[in-house]
């Protein structure tokens, strides 16, 4: 049966944070081979609550059963990630979207703790938007296809995309968005975007951009004018995205509802000097200004 935290709003860390069970130990939501790779317990993190943890503070309870599926994924995806771009590709894209969905979640879940234990020393109970439990519950619903048998059916829930990029060898950019469930990572020779529950909404919106850019090799400062893109839309996406989740014969089937329905668009619209901001964020190591994007109002600069 499925698991449902979000119900009952359980974060107990002596429950596993995937099944439900007990749990038998904490593990890094940034897997052991990866910080040890980039040295992640030197890297600084700003939490929600702006206190700054390293990479390796981060921690879930698990199960036996988690930790033996945790185990099992991140064994292949090491794998994939040391072969690179190429290696990468020949990843199946659901175990891409579990890998991912692994460390998003697990941020989210490790913030609620805090907040939890931050509300409980002033004596008040959490505060927490129905619209983001409802994400979160989404997004842990179809994390469990790492413990259970479960089928996705119809449009896929999520947008990943995967390029080449010529980082140099000792980059590590990990970047996710809690409130859009949007992520980037850019490491090794490639770089990946992902929009957790946009149900492939993001594709279409950058179709063009996509088009332009398959088959080529991206400079990092192409790749993060990509992900800016992406963040932003993530921001305009005005959807809150349904799905039919059944429970028959042992298997659990999650399929997307329509996002389309009335005359509204899935977007809000694109407002160049908001984008320039937050392009700007993500230009940041090449010092390229507000001024600078916003010269000409009408065509922000771009490197693609």
Avoid at 94 to 103: E, G, M, P, S, T
Avoid at 160 to 166: K, S, T, Y
Avoid at 226 to 248: D, G, H, K, T
């Amino acid at each position: 049966m499925m698991y449902h935290p979000f119900r009952q709003f359980e974060f107990d860390p002596k429950v596993c944070f995937l099944t439900g069970q007990a749990a038998i130990q904490q593990v890094p939501v940034f897997p052991t081979w990866l910080s040890r790779r980039f040295q992640l317990d030197e890297k600084p993190l700003k939490m929600l609550d702006e206190q700054i943890l390293s990479y390796t503070d981060i921690q879930v309870p698990v199960s036996a059963r988690a930790l033996e599926a945790l185990k099992a994924l991140e064994n292949e995806v090491e794998s994939a990630f040391t072969g690179g771009y190429t290696a990468l590709k020949q990843l199946s894209p659901l175990r891409i979207f579990q890998w991912i969905a692994r460390q998003v979640y697990g941020m989210i879940y490790f913030e609620i703790q805090l907040g939890i234990r931050q509300q409980a020393r002033s004596g008040e109970s959490l505060n927490f938007s129905q619209g983001l439990m409802h994400k979160f519950g989404n997004l842990h619903a179809m994390l469990q296809s790492l413990v259970l048998p479960l089928e996705f059916e119809g449009l896929q829930a999520w947008t990943i995309h995967l390029f080449p990029v010529q980082n140099e060898p000792e980059t590590f950019i990990y970047r996710d968005e809690i409130n859009t469930l949007a992520f980037s990572l850019r490491m090794a020779d490639f770089g990946i975007i992902a929009c957790l529950q946009d149900n492939g909404e993001s594709s279409q919106y950058h179709a063009a951009l996509l088009k332009k850019t398959s088959g080529q090799v991206l400079t990092p400062i192409q790749f993060e004018e990509l992900c800016a893109r992406f963040f932003y839309s993530a921001y305009l996406f005005n959807r809150l995205p349904e799905y039919s989740i059944i429970e028959a014969h042992g298997t659990t089937y999650i399929e997307p509802m329509n996002l389309r329905i009335g005359s509204k668009p899935v977007y809000d619209a694109w407002q160049n000097k908001t984008y320039a901001q937050v392009l700007e964020t993500f230009w940041k190591p090449w010092g390229h200004s507000l001024f600078e994007i916003l010269k000409d109002p009408d065509q922000p600069l771009s490197f693609l």
